[in-house]
């Protein structure tokens, strides 16, 4: 099993940033990947960011890239999801995932394990 639990949330003004965590622990695979996804209210999980854990590499978004940044901390088992700009519209529920493998994927149904959740809330 594996345990996400995220923080860093919180509420910021439009124009202002958060940095958001996700602390990683239990069971670990020799490649996976992690994903950042939101939800707001009425609406369907989207996906945010991934980077695979082995690569580095990243994928994003279209309504956030230039704003978000995903990266990791192999030492500390963390992500990271650095939020500037922020808008109105991405007020929701964040929530990390991790799925085994190397494949980012946008798909919420391919990963296997999430955290709990983490409110952002940008007022205008």
């Known amino acids: 099993q594996v345990q996400l639990v995220e923080s860093g949330g919180g509420l910021v003004q439009a124009g202002g940033s958060l940095r958001l965590s996700c602390a990683a622990s239990?069971?670990?695979?020799?490649?996976?990947?992690m994903g950042w996804f939101r939800q707001a209210p009425g609406k369907e999980r989207e996906f945010v960011a991934a980077?695979?854990?082995?690569?580095?590499?990243?994928s994003y978004a279209d309504s956030v890239k230039g704003r978000f940044t995903i990266s990791r901390d192999n030492a500390k088992n963390t992500v990271y999801l650095q939020m500037n700009n922020l808008k109105p519209e991405d007020t929701a529920v964040y929530y990390c995932?991790?799925?085994?493998?190397?494949?980012?994927?946008?798909?919420?149904?391919?990963?296997?394990?999430w955290g709990q959740g983490t409110q952002v809330t940008v007022s205008s």
């Open positions: 995932a991790q799925r085994s493998g190397s494949r980012r994927t946008i798909v919420t149904t391919s990963y296997d394990y």
């Open positions: 239990g069971r670990t695979f020799s490649s996976y990947v």
């Open positions: 980077i695979s854990w082995s690569s580095g590499s990243t």
